[in-house]
């Protein structure tokens, strides 16, 4: 049986989602921000109204950032779509993470602190595994982030059997990685999974059967830009 701090915890968060939903942004975003604009309102209030005004600027920056905008995915199951908004900064072939010897096309997108920080379903499909990882808070840009940052790995299983990976990585700004998701759950391709905090990475792997559709430096958007697909 749940405790009751937990209980507590779990209602406020929900209602918290209901209210991100209503407005757009990220449920995390609506907690944050939130408590930052009763501050920036109680001292208003008690008379320090520039201080006040600066909380409460500062909260509708935090909500902008926390911003949860509505996407189309694409119609089919033989592509893969960017679980990430961003900029294309590395497209090679890798390891999958923890395997050895099985090659997959490695798609990395940088997310700045401006681009909306919701992360999606790259396929739709069953959650096989999640794996955490505890590291460091080096630049998410740097190529050596995935192996040495805080990073958090989702593998994907479609109906086919093809495996996907969302590696999730914390960048110098982001200290904090969140996964809304659990084991076995099954998920469709774009749907929200969880998201990281204030500038970070997501590493896209795919099996080699799908040809990369991006290169280093375009803008991708989570949840709608294809970056791979089985050609006919």
Same mark, same amino acid.
Do not use: W
């Given at each position: ?65 926390? !911003? ?5 995915? %694409?119609?089919?199951?033989? @592509?893969?779509?960017?679980? /990430?908004? $961003?900029? &294309? +900064? ?15 096309? !490695? ?5 700045? %602190?401006?681009?909306?920080? @919701?992360?999606?379903?790259? /396929?739709? $499909?069953? &959650? +096989? ?104």
């Amino acid at each position: 049986m749940a405790s009751e701090p937990d209980t507590a915890r779990y209602q406020a968060g929900a209602l918290a989602a209901r209210i991100g939903a209503a407005v757009g942004i990220a449920g995390e975003g609506v907690m944050i921000s939130g408590a930052v604009s009763a501050i920036g309102v109680c001292l208003f209030l008690v008379g320090f109204r520039f201080f006040g005004l600066i909380a409460v600027a500062f909260a509708v920056a935090v909500g902008m950032f926390f !911003r949860d905008p509505d996407r189309s995915p %694409p119609r089919t199951g033989d @592509v893969v779509i960017s679980g /990430a908004d $961003g900029k &294309v +900064t590395d497209v090679a072939d890798a390891v999958f993470p923890g395997e050895t010897g099985r090659m997959y096309h !490695r798609v990395s997108v940088f997310m700045s %602190p401006l681009n909306v920080h @919701v992360n999606r379903a790259v /396929a739709g $499909g069953e &959650v +096989t595994m999640i794996e955490h990882t505890h590291g460091e808070f080096r630049a998410a840009f740097r190529d050596d982030a995935s192996l040495h940052n805080e990073r958090n790995l989702i593998v994907l299983t479609d109906p086919k059997g093809r495996i996907f990976g969302m590696l999730q990585v914390a960048g110098y700004l982001a200290r904090r990685i969140v996964c809304r998701l659990r084991v076995h759950d099954r998920v469709e391709a774009g749907q929200r999974v969880g998201l990281i905090m204030f500038g970070s990475r997501v590493d896209h792997f795919f099996p080699a059967e799908f040809t990369v559709q991006v290169r280093i430096g375009d803008r991708v958007r989570a949840g709608e830009t294809v970056l791979g697909a089985v050609e006919s």
